[in-house]
């Protein structure tokens, strides 16, 4: 356990506008805020920073405007009685380049320990035992890790750790050679000497700069391959050259790890937070037997606002936003159904996401097979779609405010 002397601060990478993880759902919402098991994609690390034992505050760091975080900044400031800040970045400056930029506000609770996470992870955030394991390890950081599938690790960050004390020996970004399945889960608890070392590899730029007596040609091609000064990469500025150098060690989560890149993802992390809810928040999860509610089967997550008949079925792994209405004989699963959306008698939904405002007609159906990772394997409806009475779209993309009065199979509607 921390003393009653250590502060903590947390630091969440929002991004910004040029991702569009979850187009064609969303043109409009930014991604933190896209709703995955009924709260934003980044209520979920936030609320999991909740349960850090003396957290000062959260800063959400990214590029999109100030008035697009402001209203949900200060909802969940209130909400969790914890200080959420949003710091807006005028430029890049790469992920440790972003927490130096705002080392002086981020110090100013003169805090112990700083978590730096990623928005576009879904886990369980096991953030209290990392905290507890940064301690004893010493160092200057600790890094969240889990072991994947051979096949998979070249995709991400492989490191290789002492099996006994866990320190970090070797490092390496989506290598194109197998290294290790052991891989970086982007969220990350350090020491304030974290800004020392960053600071040194912005000197150490600037020291090559003013040593280098090279042509204009030289100069020119130098130019393109080094970053700016002020850009600092966490993964191969900071974790690749101070590995095997004891300052920075592995926490391994047995649990889920995912990273949302797409919408079909967030579909698969919708269910995993729906999920975590049994540990962390039984109240979220709806419950119903048929009776005077809808049959509820598994984890669902229902708005306390929307209109659900009782002859509906619903779940396993749905989640219905606010607003929604869903009719007599209606069956759902595996679906994201979000503000507005009216789903009419006896249509079904099936590993879909469903946009704001949408509308189902009577025994229409809206599905796919629940690929994940395909680019058709879920069923997507842009915001204000309508799919006309007995209409039936199969593994099919539609765009915002189209009207489908023919079936579809395996398109994409334009």
Same mark, same amino acid.
């Not at 009653?4 to 601060?9: F, R, T």
């Not at 995955?36 to 980044?42: F, K, S």
């Not at 119903?288 to 089967?297: F, H, L, Q, V």
């Not at 009419?344 to 704001?356: L, Q």
């Given at each position: ?117 990623? %928005? ?214 595996? %679906? ?79």
């Amino acid at each position: 356990m921390g003393s009653s002397e250590e502060k903590v601060i947390a630091a969440i990478m929002v991004g910004g506008p040029t991702k569009g993880l979850f187009r064609p759902v969303s043109f409009n919402t930014p991604d933190p805020l896209f709703p995955l098991a009924g709260q934003p994609m980044v209520h979920h690390p936030i609320s999991a920073c909740k349960r850090i034992p003396n957290l000062a505050q959260v800063f959400l760091i990214g590029f999109y405007e100030e008035r697009e975080f402001a209203l949900y900044v200060s909802s969940i400031s209130n909400e969790l009685k914890v200080p959420v800040r949003y710091l807006k970045e005028e430029k890049p400056h790469g992920s440790a380049g972003a927490l130096y930029y705002f080392r002086d506000v981020i110090m100013e609770d003169a805090p112990t320990h700083i978590f730096l996470l990623n %928005c576009d992870v879904c886990c369980s955030f096991p953030l209290p035992g990392m905290l507890d394991a940064h301690r004893n390890y010493g160092g200057m950081g600790t890094i969240l890790v889990i072991k994947v599938s051979a096949e998979s690790a070249n995709q991400f960050g492989e490191l290789i750790a002492d099996p006994t004390t866990k320190e970090l020996l070797h490092y390496t970004e989506k290598p194109e050679t197998f290294v290790s399945d052991l891989i970086n889960c982007g969220v990350y608890v350090f020491t304030p000497d974290i800004f020392s070392a960053i600071q040194d590899v912005i000197t150490h730029r600037e020291d090559r700069a003013n040593l280098r007596r090279v042509s204009s040609f030289e100069a020119l091609q130098s130019a393109t391959k080094t970053p700016p000064k002020n850009f600092v990469r966490l993964d191969q500025d900071i974790l690749s050259p101070l590995a095997g150098k004891r300052q920075l060690y592995t926490y391994v989560t047995m649990d889920y790890w995912e990273q949302i890149k797409n919408a079909g993802i967030s579909l698969k992390c919708s269910s995993l937070y729906l999920g975590n809810y049994r540990l962390t928040s039984p109240h979220l999860l709806a419950s119903g037997d048929g009776g005077r509610s809808a049959t509820i089967i598994g984890d669902v997550y229902v708005h306390p606002s929307a209109k659900i008949h009782p002859t509906a079925k619903i779940g396993p792994n749905v989640s219905i936003s606010a607003n929604v209405r869903v009719a007599a004989g209606v069956r759902l699963i595996n %679906c994201i159904i979000l503000d507005d959306v009216n789903i009419m008698e006896n249509a079904v939904v099936m590993h879909a996401i469903i946009g704001w405002k949408s509308s189902l007609g009577k025994w229409s159906r809206v599905q796919a097979e629940g690929d994940y990772s395909a680019k058709l394997g879920i069923a997507i409806l842009g915001e204000a779609a309508t799919v006309e009475d007995e209409v039936v779209v199969i593994n099919s993309i539609v765009l915002p405010n189209k009207t489908l009065n023919v079936s579809v199979q395996d398109e994409i509607i334009l």
